[in-house]
């Protein structure tokens, strides 16, 4: 847990102060406030449709209710009805004259006192078949207009007991009707009961309510609605989504978005099913609070945003003119701006930072001054070695002693001394010419091949040596910093080889990899013990000025390399004690 805190404070330290400032404020308020009114919306939305649910679910349960009383009272009435004695008279007698008939449906007052003691009835009639009654009040002659109507051949059709259908063409105050027919034993004619429902009755029940109702029967055909423009018509609901733990779910009506819940119910005596449903237009108002909330969050959320922003703008702008600053400063440029505002802590530190500007300047005059006596003392020095060194040989004297050598060697067939002695020469004259600062690949490989049959010729069996070289490698258009070569090989001869009596062999490979001169030198002498690897390699992975190690030539060529190509390249070194070594030189592929 403790590395991981120190890797998140390692990471964060790497963060400039303006992005670290705002990523704080992101995470410990914008975060926490987001997280805080995620919750707060989402538990705001979900009471507002509880609440709404629950006032669908109770008018649509009220209505529910209403309708299965009315339904239940107009069927129990047109049961009385139907079987009054009476009426079956009225309905099976054959009159003679028109004022008997009038006379029985003055003295049948039962529709009547069904029609006046209960409110939720606005309307009973009967329609009789029989020819010898006439049409007046409650009661009418079943005509050929009339079973070509709708409602007659809907009441055809089906054989049940009641049948319930929806019409406006026998009352303005009913749209439901509950149609009996009634039929006599041992005659051909029949009477049809038609019982209306108030719609007074039913907009009473709704009269308070938020929500709209619609009551329609199996065919779609809304026979009442809170909203009268959809009487006679087909309630369209288009289901979008179920709603989880409610009554009521969401459905597409009118291009917008409503709660609605149905529920059925069965007419007594009869195949066919009310729909109760109850629309709510909550949805749409609940969604604009949650938006009205949620635009308040983001208000009350981004100003203080806008504010920290604003700040840590300005702020790091300050900071960045003091790192500009001392960036100047640490580029050797002490002329910094002297207009800086503000007296806070990034103020103090500039003035102080200008007093020590001050400072600095008059040390690095002293520093100067001591410097430049000091060059001049070491250049002198320079001169009186280089004046001694000078002295002491001439190149010219060794190469006219070393030739004369070989020669008196060639004239008593001493062959191979004679090539000894050659070798030294070339190997003496490319230590004293080479001064530049490159050579080419095939110069340093001659160099060291030179060397190699030196050292073979002063060993013999006991070294080997074996030089491979890329075949698509162009040594002499192959640039490098010469004597990089020999001193690892030389290392390998007095360090690998001191214990070995035979059967010593060093290996050079020369390719190219990914755009880099790859040398390897490999021998199979004593290698070098793992605690001390790992010294060298540690030694080697950096550039040193100071060197205390038995491999100084291997630092030397390291740090030749490092100076003069970069800190990439340089030597990397393998090594299995008592199996041997391998050293691989890394530089970048240069033509001349």
Request: proline letters at 2%; one cysteine or more.
């Amino acid at each position: 847990m403790r590395l991981f805190l120190n890797n998140i404070s390692k990471k964060l330290n790497n963060i400039y102060l303006k992005k670290k400032l705002i990523f704080l404020y992101t995470v410990c308020a914008v975060v926490p406030i987001a997280v805080l009114s995620i919750f707060l919306l989402k538990e705001t939305k979900e009471r507002l449709l509880a609440l709404s649910d629950s006032q669908i679910q109770s008018n649509n349960q009220t209505n529910r209710s209403m309708l299965m009383s009315v339904t239940s009272l107009a069927t129990s009435v047109s049961k009385i009805i139907a079987s009054d004695n009476d009426l079956l008279k009225i309905i099976s007698t054959d009159y003679k004259n028109q004022n008997d008939v009038y006379t029985a449906y003055r003295n049948f007052t039962l529709l009547n006192e069904f029609s006046n003691n209960h409110v939720e009835i606005t309307d009973i009639r009967i329609y009789i078949s029989n020819p010898s009654v006439a049409s007046s009040g409650r009661y009418y002659l079943i005509t050929e207009d009339i079973k070509n109507t709708d409602w007659y051949r809907t009441l055809s059709q089906n054989h049940t007991e009641i049948t319930w259908i929806h019409t406006d063409s026998f009352s303005n105050d009913a749209s439901l009707y509950l149609m009996r027919k009634i039929t006599i034993p041992n005659s051909d004619y029949y009477a049809i009961l038609a019982i209306g429902i108030s719609n007074t009755y039913l907009s009473l029940i709704n009269h308070d309510q938020l929500q709209s109702t619609y009551l329609s029967l199996d065919d779609g055909y809304v026979f009442y609605s809170t909203d009268k423009e959809y009487i006679g018509k087909v309630l369209r609901l288009y289901p979008l989504k179920n709603l989880r733990n409610y009554f009521s779910s969401l459905y597409k009506f009118n291009d917008r978005k409503i709660l609605a819940m149905e529920s059925t119910l069965n007419a007594f005596s009869s195949k066919q099913t009310f729909h109760i449903t109850t629309i709510s237009n909550d949805y749409h108002q609940i969604m604009q609070t949650l938006i009205i909330i949620s635009v308040i969050i983001v208000i009350v959320t981004l100003v203080p945003l806008f504010l920290f922003v604003t700040f840590s703008n300005r702020y790091s702008s300050r900071l960045l003119i003091v790192r500009e600053q001392m960036h100047k400063i640490a580029r050797g440029d002490l002329k910094i701006e002297d207009n800086f505002l503000g007296t806070d802590e990034l103020g103090q530190l500039f003035q102080d930072m200008k007093v020590t500007i001050t400072e600095i300047q008059e040390l690095h005059q002293r520093i100067l001054k001591e410097q430049k006596e000091k060059d001049q003392i070491a250049l002198r020095q320079q001169k009186t070695q280089f004046d001694l060194l000078s002295s002491q040989i001439n190149p010219h004297f060794l190469f006219n002693t070393l030739e004369t050598i070989r020669m008196h060697a060639l004239l008593a067939n001493q062959t191979e001394l004679n090539n000894i002695i050659f070798k030294l020469g070339q190997t003496l004259r490319y230590s004293l010419e080479a001064k530049g600062t490159t050579t080419t690949l095939n110069n340093e490989l001659k160099h060291l091949e030179d060397y190699l049959e030196i050292q073979h010729f002063r060993f013999q069996d006991k070294l080997n040596y074996s030089i491979q070289v890329h075949p698509n490698l162009k040594l002499e258009n192959i640039s490098i910093i010469p004597f990089i070569l020999q001193p690892i090989v030389e290392n390998a001869v007095m360090h690998g080889f001191s214990t070995k009596k035979k059967g010593g062999m060093i290996e050079i490979n020369v390719l190219i990899r990914n755009s880099n001169l790859l040398i390897s030198i490999s021998d199979n002498g004593c290698g070098i013990p793992q605690d001390r690897l790992e010294i060298l390699k540690k030694e080697l992975s950096s550039y040193k000025d100071t060197i205390e190690s038995s491999h100084i030539g291997m630092h030397n060529v390291n740090n030749r390399i490092k100076l003069y190509y970069g800190n990439e390249y340089g030597l990397h070194i393998e090594s299995i004690e008592g199996k041997g070594t391998i050293v691989t030189i890394q530089i970048p592929y240069k033509e001349v």
